[in-house]
């Protein structure tokens, strides 16, 4: 497949490209941002598209979009109009609207979709899965999950991960993603959310960076009519916690932590991993769950987050 990168805003740009050179040709490279985009073609021996209109004319079958979240509405709308398969950084959108728009167009012009779900794939969440529709743990009432890092006390993330514009929100909308999308995996949608965002960063360079006072510490609770919670913790301030996931049920609970899973206590062998959404997209073996429907429920996810906050 002959791949093209558009947009180079996300964190992930990079790994992703390495990755599609492993299984693809890729052809070239755009981004808004006229430096962004020279610099990294001439690092990596690419083609440099001067224009956006230049990536939708070429011979690229499937595209790559770390865009900014803001602009994917436009960005992924042309694609699809221009025929070209797409892979995307999550989330898909900032609005249920823009969902909308994505999804007629990618239907109208048929061309293949993949978001990048990846911890759904991971071992340790398929081995939870597994295990939860086994129906091991009875009906399923409580699910936590806590995914953070140093982003920010340790001032590694880039200053545009603090636009409000550009990426909708802070630590929940980016970081947040993976346990709004393992939560809908599990669980489906939920009826009723409350959010707590809080800004906790005391470091002097992170705070001149954010100047929307995005959230940096945040927890979106989650309810569901048949009395199930939900909680997913996420934040850019927090060093050496490791990922985790909780659900507990009426006849047992379950924990991951990294691809260590327990069950009432016991470690129980895990079920095989599954290769990651873009290895899936490159490759042509695309899976369930890294689709349109699963890219408007996280949306959908963060519309419900961001419109609740305590």
């Not at 900014?68 to 609207?97: C, G, M, Q, R, W």
Request: proline fraction near 3%; aromatic fraction near 10%.
């Amino acid at each position: 497949m002959k791949i093209a990168l558009c947009g180079l805003w996300h964190v992930h740009a990079g790994g992703y490209y390495r990755t599609a050179k492993e299984y693809g040709e890729v052809i070239g490279v755009w981004d808004e941002n006229p430096e962004w985009r020279k610099d990294f073609a001439e690092k990596n021996g690419l083609y440099e598209f001067k224009s956006f209109e230049e990536l939708l004319e070429s011979d690229a079958e499937g595209v790559i979009v770390c865009s900014a979240t803001n602009i994917h509405t436009e960005v992924i709308t042309k694609l699809a109009e221009a025929k070209k398969d797409i892979f995307t950084e999550k989330v898909l959108a900032l609005t249920n609207e823009d969902c909308d728009k994505i999804e007629k167009a990618i239907e109208a012009n048929g061309v293949k979709f993949v978001i990048s779900l990846v911890h759904k794939y991971s071992a340790g969440h398929q081995t939870a899965k597994a295990v939860v529709d086994s129906g091991k743990l009875g009906k399923i009432n409580y699910l936590r999950f806590r995914n953070v890092h140093s982003g920010s006390t340790n001032n590694w993330l880039p200053p545009h991960f603090y636009s409000l514009e550009e990426c909708g929100g802070g630590a929940m909308i980016d970081l947040g993603a993976h346990g709004m999308y393992l939560t809908d995996w599990f669980l489906g949608l939920p009826e009723k959310y409350t959010s707590i965002f809080n800004l906790a960063c005391t470091n002097p360079e992170t705070e001149l960076k954010n100047v929307d006072k995005v959230e940096d510490n945040a927890i979106t609770v989650m309810s569901y009519a048949d009395g199930t919670i939900a909680v997913n913790e996420t934040g850019f301030v927090s060093n050496g916690c490791p990922m985790s996931l909780e659900i507990g049920g009426e006849q047992g609970y379950l924990r991951v932590v990294g691809d260590d899973v327990t069950v009432n206590g016991e470690k129980v062998e895990l079920v095989p991993g599954k290769k990651s959404p873009l290895v899936q997209f490159l490759t042509g073996e695309i899976e369930d769950g890294c689709g349109i429907k699963e890219a408007k429920n996280l949306t959908a996810l963060m519309v419900g987050a961001y419109s609740n906050i305590k």
